[in-house]
């Protein structure tokens, strides 16, 4: 009963901003590392910025100066803040949850990695 739900993708001129978010929902024990990907059309998905429980933070070279990930543990939900934007930042952006999710009262679940339903980032020239 796990849901990843994304919001905040568009389209946006480059040299613009643009802040994605991702909420956890459902029956969470505990979360751990979070982080943003992304797929652009013909390419794999990539590794863009993650975010462990205790705030520290790694990112694609790509993106260094320019994206910054962030967390609010009380709503579980990460964010991603994408400055300066340009045309090679266009792609289905993509947040990925590890958390152990909690099944009852005394049962949990393992590790496990989530993924959010995606959500289009389009930086125009």
């Known amino acids: 009963q796990v849901q990843l739900v994304e919001s905040g993708g568009g389209l946006v001129q480059a040299g613009g901003s643009l802040r994605v978010s991702c909420a956890a929902s459902g029956s969470i024990f505990r979360i751990d590392d979070m982080g943003w990907y992304r797929q652009a059309p013909g390419k794999q998905r990539e590794l863009v910025a993650t975010?462990?429980?205790?705030?520290?933070?790694n990112y694609a070279d790509s993106v260094k100066g320019r994206f910054t990930i962030s967390r609010d543990n009380a709503k579980n939900t990460v964010y991603l803040q994408m400055n300066s934007l340009k045309p090679e930042d266009t792609a289905v952006y993509y947040c990925?949850?590890?958390?152990?999710?909690?099944?009852?009262?005394?049962?949990?679940?393992?590790?496990?990695?989530?993924w959010g339903q995606g959500t289009q980032v389009t930086v125009s020239s």
């Open positions: 975010i462990t429980s205790g705030g520290n933070t």
């Open positions: 990925n949850v590890d958390l152990v999710p909690q099944f009852t009262d005394q049962v949990m679940g393992v590790l496990t990695g989530y």
